[in-house]
């Protein structure tokens, strides 16, 4: 318990004062007073850096509620405006371009482009490299404007314009 201290307010008395094992100090005092308020402000200071981090993370990437940079989440899927690298493979089902520019892929090797079955294996495959360009599948054709075959092979013959010169054999 704490005893309270009283000073002698009559002349002549004399009181002694009691001792100090009865005198209880309440609180933190001392170093552990300094090591609390240290780890507070330590807490403080790393509160405010991984604010201020994640705050330039957002925008660096930046990051909306439509999506992140020039890729924007739609109805349709997504959609990437701009240029952009992948690092990886890209799969997709179809790839546009704006109606008013070509679609451009560029590689420092090469592109490839693989159509697959609905077991995943590859039934056509373009390769463009720097020196050829290469065809796997059953049949390679090129249309004219109107739809019309132009260039035809397959394992059999190679049909050049509407069937106007057939080599077989």
């Known amino acids: 318990m704490v005893r309270e201290q009283y000073t002698t307010t009559t002349p002549g008395t004399s009181l002694e004062r ?3 094992e009865y005198i209880y100090k309440i609180g933190i005092y ?3 007073k300094r090591c609390l308020y240290l780890f507070v402000l330590l807490l403080l200071i790393i509160l405010v850096v991984n604010f201020s981090l994640t705050i330039w993370i957002l925008k660096v990437m930046w990051f909306s509620p439509t999506g992140m940079g020039h890729l924007r989440v739609t109805k349709e899927g997504l959609r990437l405006e701009g240029e952009s690298e992948f690092l990886f493979p890209l799969y997709a089902k179809e790839i546009h371009s704006r109606v008013d520019s070509s679609l451009l892929l560029q ?3 090469n592109v ?3 159509a697959r079955n609905s077991n995943g294996e590859v ?3 373009l390769n463009v490299g720097p020196k050829m360009v290469e065809f796997h599948g059953q049949q ?3 249309n004219s404007k109107d739809g019309k075959p132009l260039f035809t092979v397959d394992e059999n013959e190679v049909v050049i314009g509407t069937d ?3 080599v077989t054999g």
Do not use: C, M
Request: proline share 5%; hydrophobic share 25%; aromatic share 10%.
């Open 112 to 114: 490839t482009v693989n």
């Open 164 to 166: 106007k010169l057939r």
């Open 140 to 142: 390679f054709q090129i």
């Open 107 to 109: 590689s420092t090797h």
């Open 123 to 125: 039934t056509g495959r």
């Open 18 to 20: 009691p001792k100090n």
């Open 30 to 32: 001392g170093w552990r």
